[in-house]
């Protein structure tokens, strides 16, 4: 919206028409793809019935437009690691190199956790209950917290608690309270990797793409 409104200023123009929007996404679409295009829309859209009081899903020349932008577009899709291959790096990657990495997996599979989220989570929010790990998540996108069930599936359960093992011995060690002891994200808490010592930050987890 900031970039339009400078846009628009550049230009010495004062009244957002159709005819100034269509100006404005043609001169973009030299240089952006359709599903960026249409990101910008929705967000020039919002502001501008916001700030200015001016509904541009009105314009029936300016979404043709941008839907022929799309003619032909094909958008990249993510690659997907099956099932079986998750169950076979989680048993046979080294834990040495790996562990951040495995528990990071599990805890967003199992819980569809954020980045924020795992970054968040607490060594006392996780409770061995047996057989499952009662995993609870203090601060949520929306708001409210919420828990989820790790099950013993394969080796998964095992894994988590070797961390878990790890995690409170070096918390205690290191005199950690508990309101301190973040699972991945704090600046002593590390996962050993090759011989040496790796902090583990919230670039590294979004990393994972889960």
């Known amino acids: ?16 028409s ?8 043609s001169e973009n679409a030299k240089t952006y793809k359709s599903s960026t295009l249409w990101a910008q829309y929705s967000m020039v859209k919002s502001c501008l019935i916001i700030y200015d009081n001016i ?13 022929r932008t799309g003619d032909g577009y094909q958008a990249k899709k993510s690659k997907i690691l099956p099932k079986s291959e998750i169950d076979r790096f989680l048993s046979s990657a080294d834990d040495k190199e790996f562990l ?3 528990v990071g997996l599990i805890l967003g599979i199992a819980g569809a956790c954020r980045t924020d989220e ?8 996780i409770e061995n209950v047996g057989f499952s790990l ?23 359960l095992e894994l988590l608690l070797l961390l878990l093992l790890l995690k409170v011995i070096e918390l205690r060690d290191k005199a950690f309270t ?17 011989n040496c010592l790796q902090v583990v930050w919230k670039f590294s987890l979004a990393s994972l793409r889960l």
């Open 178 to 194: 508990a309101s301190f002891g973040k699972l991945f994200q704090m600046e002593n808490t590390r996962f050993e990797k090759k």
């Open 100 to 102: 951040m990495i495995k």
């Open 18 to 25: 159709e005819n100034v929007l269509l100006a404005y996404f």
């Open 1 to 16: 919206y900031n970039r339009f409104k400078k846009w628009c200023a550049e230009k010495n123009v004062q009244v957002y």
């Open 118 to 125: 795992l970054v968040n989570l607490t060594v006392d929010g």
């Open 55 to 67: 509904d541009i899903s009105k314009f029936p020349k300016l979404i043709a437009f941008l839907k």
């Open 134 to 156: 009662i995993v609870k998540i203090p601060n949520t996108k929306t708001k409210i917290p919420r828990i989820f069930v790790v099950t013993d599936v394969g080796n998964m």
